[in-house]
Structure formats: C-alpha cells, structure tokens
C-alpha cells in the first residue's frame, strides 16, 4: 500500500511545472504528448485515450457506405433475385458425382454476392452456371449407373 501511495505522490509531483533548470525539457514533453493525444485514434481504455475526445471526432464521422444492403430491387426493377440453387448443389456432390458438384457449390455460393454488389447479370450466369453443373453431376452419375448395368447384363450374357 506504501508503494502506491508513493506512486501517486510521484505522479502528483512530475504533473506539477518542475524548477527553472527543468522546465524547457518539461515544455517539450508537454507538447509532444499533447501532439500523441491528438494523434491517437482508439478511444479503448487501454491506451487512456479519453472518451470526450473520441466523442468529438465520431460528430464528423459519416459511417461506411452501405451499399450492399441496399435492396437489389432498387437497381434492377422488377426482376427478382436468381435461385443459387445451393440444395441442388449439394445433392448432387453428396450422392452423385463429387467433382461437379463441388463446381456447382462454388457457383452456387457465387450468386447472392454478385446479386448485392449490383452485378446482376454476373449473378444470373453464375445461377445458370451452379444448375448445369449440379445437372451434369446427376446426369453423369446416372450414365455411369446405366453402362455398369449393361456391361453387367453383356457380362452375364457373355458367361
């Protein structure tokens, strides 16, 4: 407890204007630290930067441009968002074929950031896109199950 009431008298002292032998290096850390005061831009209470200063510079702060939130119905008119057709996607890399499915999952996930960004037709082709590579996946999986099934038949017939 000694320690910290030594420690406060210290502060007490050293913010108190030092003797005329002292007081030119005194000025200089004023300033300097009145500058980094000024400088400072993170009101947390780590860096003791104080709350009524961050409060004055947040007046002429404007905020972030919130154009992705904006409704995509704005822009495009009467057209409505394309299908990501992400369950489709993912059926088909589950129980069929797992490379284009993958692909389509890709262009899936692609559609609703392209739709808010305002790149609208980027979105619908990556909709189409994540369709037919969902599509391709089904197809080639049932093509493979029908060649496995008449080659088994040919096999059979064979013997």
């Not at 905020?63 to 119905?73: D, L």
């Amino acid at each position: 407890m000694d320690y910290e009431n030594n420690n406060t008298d210290f502060n007490n002292q050293s913010a108190q204007q030092p003797n005329e032998n002292g007081q030119q290096n005194w000025q200089q850390n004023q300033q300097n630290w009145q500058q980094g005061q000024q400088n400072r831009v993170c009101p947390c209470q780590y860096c003791n930067y104080s709350q009524q200063n961050w409060q004055g510079q947040q007046q002429n702060w404007q905020g972030p441009q919130q154009s992705w939130q904006q409704s995509p119905q704005n822009h495009a008119g009467s057209e409505e968002r394309p299908s990501t057709y992400m369950v489709l996607a993912i059926l088909s890399t589950v129980c069929c074929c797992i490379p284009f499915g993958i692909v389509s999952i890709v262009y899936a996930n692609k559609v609703d950031t392209l739709w808010y960004q305002g790149m609208y037709e980027e979105a619908r082709k990556s909709s189409r896109r994540a369709r037919n590579w969902a599509l391709a996946s089904i197809l080639t999986t049932i093509a493979f199950y029908f060649l496995y099934i008449f080659f088994a038949i040919i096999i059979a017939a064979m013997n």
